[in-house]
């Protein structure tokens, strides 16, 4: 595969759109949820999660870099970085507290969004070291929400899981390839999200 198919998997795994793929991951794999709530009232919480997680942050990043604070949002520099996931974080616990006090029904949903902000402070803190991967943050991320409701739901989500180990390895393979980040800040990226994301869910579940 040429250099612009790795490009387009980057883009469609882009880090700031897997904190909404992973929301609708669990509205549709926890049955509390689904089997509770009518979809079509989420939506405006799935919006607000966009805005909080997708849209902002890239405003931010074009201001930013429209002002001089970065020098580009293709080949940041590790202080662009820093300034880019701390601003992003921001929104992200803007996010994460729309969810924090949700009905029992709906926990899962809080659970996911706290997951979120720890890996984004986690990956601050880790990039203060290493260029650490947001995208195999991000999916790594998928990979440990699946993981996480299997323990908090009691379900056994096979399909989940494989899909999720299938994109991991492919987004991971696309950033390798497109030279965007060494291995071994690929698999720090991976051990994050995943840890964050299925420890958060997994206290819950005993909790």
Do not use: E
Request: with cysteine; glycine share 6%.
């Amino acid at each position: 595969m040429g250099n612009q198919t790795w490009k387009t998997i980057s883009y469609l795994f882009h880090p700031v759109l897997m904190p909404t793929l992973g929301l609708f991951i669990v509205i549709v794999s926890d049955p509390y949820i689904y089997l509770t709530i009518d979809i079509s009232q989420l939506l405006p919480s799935i919006a607000i999660v966009f805005l909080c997680t997708a849209v902002f942050p890239l405003l931010i990043s074009l201001v930013l870099l429209k002002m001089g604070g970065i020098s580009s949002l293709t080949n940041p520099t590790d202080n662009d970085r820093k300034q880019l996931i701390a601003f992003s974080a921001l929104f992200f616990m803007l996010a994460y507290y729309v969810f924090h006090n949700i009905p029992p029904y709906g926990k899962s949903i809080s659970y996911f969004m706290l997951g979120v902000n720890i890996a984004m402070v986690v990956t601050l803190i880790a990039n203060l070291f290493t260029k650490v991967s947001l995208h195999a943050v991000g999916i790594g991320g998928i990979l440990g929400t699946v993981i996480g409701l299997m323990y908090y739901t009691r379900l056994l989500l096979l399909p989940q899981v494989f899909s999720a180990i299938v994109l991991v390895c492919l987004v991971g393979l696309a950033r390798y390839k497109l030279k965007a980040h060494a291995t071994a800040d690929i698999y720090i990226g991976n051990i994050i999200g995943v840890a964050c994301q299925a420890l958060v869910f997994i206290i819950a579940s005993m909790a």
